[in-house]
């Protein structure tokens, strides 16, 4: 037989006395050729990756400040520096622990923070759990972070704006209706 040799003292999987679920050498189940490779699968493809953390989404009424994105500090040795200077004074390890003050290093918080309007809205969202039962909390935030509603523009408005848009441009407004008298349109 092609089997190879087993050494001494155990029994062959193919015989009539293996215990039952076990399989011969060349009976080991085998990879499916039709599975598909081992690259991961992503929602958002690689190429699209700086885009996703420095932009916001569509949705999204307030915009990410990318300039601020680079002034975000992080002092990972803050801690440890702490621990030791307060070790270094004599006092004992649970005090130290206890009393090493936080980073003060940190990045500025958004212009939000702090609000009362803020922490109701946090409050009502927590209490109720449907956004759809907080929408005047959430109003009071979008006034607060400047987002106004269009406003309807009476027809003098829409003219001036255009007005203000053409410039110098509407100089040449009478020169071409004084023209058009003698300009005779078919």
Known sequence: SRLPRLRAGRRRPSSPDAPRGTRRWDQRPR?????????????????????????????????????????????????????NQCIGRG????????????????????????????????????EHGDPDKCTTHFDALAKLAGFEEEKKKSSTEKVSDFCGKAGYKLLGVPVLLYAMKFVKIK
Not at 32 to 41: H, N, Q
Not at 58 to 83: N, Q
Not at 105 to 120: D, Q, V
């Open 31 to 83: 990879p499916c050729a039709g599975m598909s490779p081992s690259i991961p699968k992503v929602a958002i493809p690689p190429e699209r990756w700086s885009q996703t953390v420095y932009s916001t989404p569509e949705g999204s009424l307030i915009k990410a400040e990318v300039g601020k994105l680079g002034a975000m500090k992080f002092d990972p040795a803050h801690w440890a520096t702490a621990y």
């Open 91 to 126: 006092l004992s390890a649970k005090d130290c622990a206890s009393a090493i003050p936080d980073d003060a290093r940190t990045t500025p918080s958004g212009p939000l923070a702090g609000h009362p309007e803020l922490a109701a809205a946090i409050a009502c969202v927590g």
